[in-house]
């Protein structure tokens, strides 16, 4: 029953922004913690960045300072707010839900940086 459904990816230009959006339903989103990863062709999945509870966010160090996550609670949905994107940006996006085993995750919404 618990869905996760990402949407916003796109084509843009190195500098531009983009927002991502996690939309979930089976659960409430602001009872527990949200994450966005990305995997880039090539490589593992990494986290980017994750929001709890209580609101406290976290980033990981090749997006501190660029990206910003959020959350609106009435539309059960969490947001990736990218700014100066780059092209080591690229990659497909993925929302997790975490649980004490693989935790729940979307289909991936495509982002794709270029010069």
């Known amino acids: 029953q618990v869905q996760l459904v990402e949407s916003g990816g796109g084509l843009v230009q190195a500098g531009e922004s983009l927002r991502l959006s996690c939309t979930g339903s089976?659960?409430?989103?602001?009872?527990?913690?949200l994450r966005w990863y990305r995997q880039a062709p090539g490589k593992q999945r990494a986290l980017v960045a994750s929001?709890?509870?209580?609101?406290?966010?976290d980033y990981s160090d090749s997006v501190k300072g660029r990206f910003n996550i959020s959350r609106d609670n009435a539309k059960n949905t969490v947001y990736l707010q990218m700014n100066s994107l780059k092209l080591h940006d690229t990659a497909v996006y993925y929302c997790?839900?975490?649980?004490?085993?693989?935790?729940?995750w979307g289909q991936g919404t495509q982002v794709t940086v270029s010069s």
């Open positions: 997790n839900l975490p649980n004490p085993s693989t935790g729940y």
């Open positions: 089976g659960f409430i989103a602001r009872r527990n913690t």
């Open positions: 929001i709890t509870s209580s609101g406290s966010t």
